[in-house]
Structures are given as structure tokens and as C-alpha cells.
Nanobody, 115 residues
Framework: VKLVESGGGLMQPGGSLRLSCTTS????????MRWYRQSPGKERELVGA????????SYADFVEGRFTISRDDGKDTVYLQMNNLKPEDTGVYYC?????????WGQGTQVTVSS
């Protein structure tokens, strides 16, 4: 099983980034997908999630309507669209797949928000 994140980089405050997490080796449609992040000096925290078969999304309070999680089951990929980025959004972003039987982490992609 592999989860590969991409799309991170350096962005100015107020800008947008779209992260992707492409999976292989699992039945993607059977898994709930989450995005986490770990900012410097902080614990890893949940950003948001999308249910299997795209049933429902949920977000952490700090998202404040700026981020959107979506999934494309035909491409075995989950996305995190991040708008109006703030310096405090800086961190390593990880995708996470889980169901009743197993769970899997990606290796992370760095997002840096700075002027």
C-alpha cells in the first residue's frame, strides 16, 4: 500500500495550493480519507476528512471555510484545496486512509506560507 502526497510548496499569505494524495494497493472506495498536518513544534493535528464514497466532509475549526477536501474514486486520489493561506498553515501535510481493517499514512508534503 502506498499513499503519495504532492502539491506542496512555498506560497505567499492569501494564496492557494491544491494538495493531492494518490493511493495504490488498496480499495480506495472502502476507505475514509483524512488530511493531517504537523506544524513546527506542534503535535500532528487533523485538518479534515471525507467519508468513503464521498459521504460527508468534516473540518477542524481552524479551517474556517478556507479548505475543501474532495476525492476521485476513479483516480484513487484525495485532494485538499487550500485557499486564503495563512503563515500558521505552514507545516507538513499528510494523508491518512483508514477503515475497520487497516490504516495507512503517506510520507507528507511540505507547505510553507511566507511572504
Amino acid at each position: 500500500v502506498k499513499l503519495v502526497e504532492s502539491g506542496g510548496g512555498l506560497m505567499q499569505p492569501g494564496g492557494s495550493l491544491r494538495l493531492s494524495c494518490t493511493t495504490s494497493g488498496l480499495r480506495f472506495g472502502d476507505f475514509v480519507m483524512r488530511w493531517y498536518r504537523q506544524s513546527p513544534g506542534k503535535e500532528r493535528e487533523l485538518v479534515g476528512a471525507v467519508g468513503s464514497d464521498a459521504h460527508g466532509q468534516s473540518y477542524a475549526d481552524f479551517v474556517e471555510g478556507r479548505f475543501t477536501i474532495s476525492r476521485d474514486d476513479g483516480k484513487d486520489t484525495v485532494y485538499l484545496q487550500m485557499n486564503n493561506l495563512k503563515p500558521e498553515d505552514t507545516g507538513v501535510y499528510y494523508c491518512y486512509a483508514y477503515n475497520y481493517y487497516s490504516h495507512h499514512w503517506g510520507q507528507g508534503t511540505q507547505v510553507t506560507v511566507s511572504s
